[in-house]
């Protein structure tokens, strides 16, 4: 195994804890919110999509750049779309209805 | 490595920072679009900085250029179109199919990358187990979407000979990995992985029923998120690296909690085969069952003082969030105290009941999770309990049955309790619910949406005094 490998599986394994410890505060409540917000964020394919098109030069090479472009794209847009859709919805209550619930 | 390159790897390093950090501020609810908020800003720099790269490498043709920019701007177009549109209750096969998008570009660029022959052996094993992983994710992600949609069958699809196809297709797989961390720029292998995956995804979700799905969803989330760490290490992009394994942890901790809710091993849902889902089996009823009628749920619920409601899948599936917040609305005009108790696989995906009452415009402190449900149910007048069936039957605390074991919300320690549901019909686990035998419980007998309106219309009538 050489060190570029090495690094590359080190920051994996370090993202993963990252991953578990702040995943595990998310209250059940944002657990849809919280998929379709990951979900976007795996839409960072995009930029390795936009990588492997940059270095196309055949017909082949064009046609897999389009899909893969075409797919991260649709992901990263649509994501964070229907997240943030999702968490507009979810409000707190207001001040009339606190003053209710507290008596 | 020129300034341009290192000041986009900067860029790069910071939107995953950006990521984790937009992850961590949706611990609550007060925070949580500002953190997706600033996910996607991140998201839109990294986008950024890697054209200005690309653009200063000049290695781009003509071809190129048109190919990137109608790619992006048709995905984009689609994805933002599908954001826009979906219904709540159809978010959990959008949220299918756009983890199918993420794994099919994994394994599309892993394909690019490895056939364009400079990649070298280093590339090669993390770009078979992304074209795999990849694959399993993109067909497996259809079919579940397509289940949830109702285009394949949501019951589970088992055939004489499935196991067999699904081990065959998994040994492929691996086969093929090691084929090509022999021969990386050879199609051969290459076509082998991608074929052996793309079925394997589709014999492993087939089987699954309807009910399995917020497990099923979770776990593909998670394969998306390592296919697209795996792309990271075929493309030696820290970013993408760490995005994806940011996701693969969130699924992998959706998957356990998921699976745990429902009380059966993430292996015993993969092999598939139980559980039917939404049809429910008629059956005679398990004792003396007392029938009500929305005059009598009304009256109850109107003269409570606490009402905690339990609502399950069969709400959404007569779409009838808006009667209940209608009714809700009415009862805490009358003073009455409304909480909503959710139990973690209410909906088709892990949250989906809290969205839909949120989307009803429920607010999200009156939403309890299940411990907290279970503390405040003793103290219930009335448990309201609509469209769900298992997650309330008390039978789960005793040894020796299917549900023995699974977390459920006690609702038989309220005063009284009101179920709304069609016919005896039994659950998921097709057993008799011992809570409708309960002397406690009222049955109502009718479509969740039109006992809401009824109740609802019901509660108007009272000229009573407001507590």
């Known amino acids: 195994m050489n060190t570029p490998m090495l690094t590359a599986v080190t920051v994996f394994a370090l993202a993963l804890l990252i991953g578990f410890a702040v995943i595990s505060k998310v209250p059940a409540t944002l657990h849809t919110p919280l ?27 064009y046609a897999i750049a389009f899909a893969a472009v075409a797919f991260g794209a649709a992901n990263v847009v649509g994501g964070y779309a229907v997240s943030d859709r999702m968490l507009h919805m979810f409000r707190a209550p207001t001040r009339g209805e606190e ?5 | ?9 900067y860029a790069l390093l910071g939107a995953a920072v950006c990521f984790a950090v937009g992850l961590h501020l949706m611990k609550s609810p007060a925070t949580a679009r500002r953190g997706n908020l600033l996910s996607a800003w991140a998201m839109a720099g990294a986008v950024a900085a890697t054209l200005t790269v690309i653009v200063a490498r000049g290695t781009v043709t003509g071809t190129g250029w048109i190919v990137l ?23 959990p096969q959008l949220v299918s199919l756009f983890n199918a998008v993420g794994g099919g570009a994994a394994v599309l660029l892993a394909i690019g990358h490895l056939l364009d022959g400079d990649a070298g052996v280093r590339a090669a094993l993390p770009g078979g187990l992304d074209i795999v992983i990849g694959a399993v994710t993109f067909s497996g992600s259809l079919i579940a979407s397509g289940k949830l949609q109702g285009i394949v069958p949501s019951r589970p699809l088992v055939f004489k000979g499935a196991r067999a196809v699904t081990l065959l297709c998994a040994g492929s797989a691996v086969a093929g990995v090691l084929w090509l961390s022999a021969a990386p720029a050879d199609p051969a292998p290459l076509l082998l992985a991608l074929g052996a995956g ?14 399995d799905m917020p497990v099923v969803i979770s776990l593909l989330n998670a394969c998306t998120g390592i296919a697209v760490a795996m792309a990271g290490f075929v493309l030696d992009e820290q970013t993408l690296v760490i995005a994806g394994a940011l996701v693969g942890a969130s699924g992998a901790i959706l998957t356990k909690l998921m699976a745990d809710a429902m009380n059966r091993s993430i292996m015993s849902i993969i092999l598939g085969g139980f559980g039917t889902g939404d049809e429910p089996v008629l059956a005679g ?22 009402v905690i409601v339990v609502p399950g899948y069969g709400l959404a599936a007569a779409r009838g969030q808006q009667e209940l917040a209608q009714l809700t609305r009415l009862l805490e005009e009358r003073g009455v105290a409304v909480d909503f108790a959710i139990h973690p696989v209410a909906g088709r ?14 607010p999200y402190p009156r939403m309890k999770e299940l411990e907290e449900a279970n503390a405040v149910l003793q103290q219930a007048d009335v448990a309201l309990v609509v469209g769900a069936n298992d997650v309330t039957n008390p039978a789960a605390r005793r040894p020796g049955n299917a549900l023995s074991g699974m977390p459920i919300l006690d609702v038989d320690a309220a005063r009284q309790i ?10 998921y686990a097709g057993m008799d619910n011992e809570l409708f035998a309960d002397p406690k419980t009222g049955m109502l007998f009718a479509d969740a949406r039109t006992a809401l309106a009824a109740i609802a219309a019901a509660v108007r009538t009272f000229s009573g005094p407001k507590r």
């Open chain 1, 35 to 61: 998929m379709s917000a990951t979900n976007a964020v795996h839409g960072i394919v995009l930029i390795g999509a936009m990588l492997v098109a940059s270095s196309a030069d055949d017909a082949l090479g």
């Open chain 2, 418 to 427: 009101v179920v709304v549901k069609r016919s005896m019909g039994h659950g």
């Open chain 2, 1 to 9: 490595m020129n300034v341009i390159e290192e000041a986009a790897r």
């Open chain 2, 349 to 362: 995906m892990p949250g989906h009941m809290n969205v839909l009452l949120a989307e009803v415009d429920v």
């Open chain 2, 69 to 91: 920019a109608t790619g992006a701007a048709l995905g984009a177009f689609t994805g933002l179109r599908l954001a826009r549109r979906v219904r709540m209750t159809a978010v």
């Open chain 2, 285 to 306: 009823p398990a004792g003396p069952v007392r029938s009500v009628t929305a005059e009598d749920v009304a009256i109850q619920l109107a003269y409570a003082s606490r």
């Open chain 2, 198 to 211: 793309l079925a394997f995804g589709v014999a492993v979700v087939l089987p699954i029923g309807g009910a």
């Open chain 1, 99 to 103: 003053e209710e619930a507290k008596r």
